[in-house]
């Protein structure tokens, strides 16, 4: 059987997080109205990610000192005995950080508590740090906050925007793991280091259970995409933040607390198998595909009828 809490997310809960007007910005999973849970939101198409520093984005980091993707890590000090010490080959197992530092002991997930990360960006040979505030330990999401430099956080500094479904601005971090920014396919890349934000889809999709430790990688690829409602698989996203659904699967993971509502979709890496009812109207036509409609689900199917699906999700309000 689902676990309670994660049973309290087949509830009424919304895609993404919404992003208060102004930048990016535990009462979690609790069912709360859509409309009061985005007041002053703006009503865009949710994100994959919303992880930067310094206005730029940080979606990865190479562990190994290589430049990747502009970014550079130069080091990661932790907080021992009120001393900034450095620890060295810092990876990431389960969501958990991990590093030794140079007598050789282990530190591993709340040790990096105020650790300081030196980063350095290729485009003009700068350096800025990240600072961790705060590790919430969640062994299907456990997660990080972030902020930009040193000292005292606040919502101008955090690196992730706010989720409303948290109230965190925290980070689910993946292993070796990077993410298109444009389609959303997740791929394998060796000693990296994905700060995917619960207010983007990458991490939302860890925090509604699926991380690629708690169910699969494929899993988390397929609920990603949910998140979006990407049904194309291509990056496209058909919904806007705030939009409220609930989930099935396979795993045992999540529920749905109304039955009688309607489906949307059975999800997969790729995309949407079928689509029968969209959260938001415009889509009520149906949804083209590279210049292919993809297939009505008939409203008797089940996860059974689509043995390649992972996700089923069902909209909470017709639009």
């Not at 590790?135 to 906050?145: L, P």
């Not at 990688?217 to 705030?242: E, F, I, K, L, W």
């Amino acid at each position: 059987m689902p676990s309670i809490r994660t049973a309290l997310l087949s509830l009424p809960l919304l895609v993404v997080a919404c992003e208060p007007e102004g930048g990016p910005d535990s009462s979690a999973f609790e069912p709360i109205d859509v409309e009061a849970r985005c007041l002053g939101c703006n009503w865009d198409p949710p994100v994959t990610n919303t992880h930067g520093l310094n206005g730029l984005s940080v979606a990865a980091l190479d562990t190994t000192g290589q430049m990747y993707d502009g970014w550079r890590l130069e080091s990661v000090e932790i907080m021992i005995d009120r001393t900034l010490t450095p620890v060295y080959d810092v990876y990431v197992k389960d969501g958990m950080l991990h590093g030794v530092d140079a007598s050789s002991t282990e530190h591993s997930g709340a040790a990096f508590v105020d650790s300081v990360w030196t980063v350095k960006l290729e485009a003009t040979e700068s350096t800025a740090v990240m600072t961790i505030s705060e590790f919430t330990d969640d062994h299907g999401a456990s997660r990080y906050t972030f902020f930009g430099g040193t000292g005292t956080p606040n919502s101008e500094t955090y690196t992730c925007a706010e989720d409303p479904d948290t109230g965190e601005y925290s980070v689910v971090l993946f292993e070796n793991i990077d993410v298109d920014p444009e389609s959303g396919t997740h791929f394998e890349r060796s000693d990296t280091i994905y700060f995917g934000c619960v207010s983007g889809a990458v991490g939302k999709a860890a925090v509604w259970g699926y991380s690629p430790w708690n169910a699969s990688d494929d899993a988390h690829q397929a609920a990603s995409r949910a998140v979006r409602a990407d049904y194309c698989g291509d990056g496209t996203p058909h919904t806007v933040q705030g939009t409220a659904l609930q989930l099935a699967d396979p795993f045992d993971i999540n529920e749905f607390s109304d039955l009688t509502k309607d489906t949307e979709s059975f999800w997969t890496p790729d995309g949407a198998t079928c689509v029968l009812t969209t959260r938001i109207a415009d889509y009520h036509e149906g949804i083209e595909c590279e210049g292919v409609m993809l297939p009505e689900c008939d409203p008797a199917d089940e996860l059974a009828d689509w043995p390649d699906a992972l996700l089923w999700t069902k909209v909470l309000v017709t639009p």
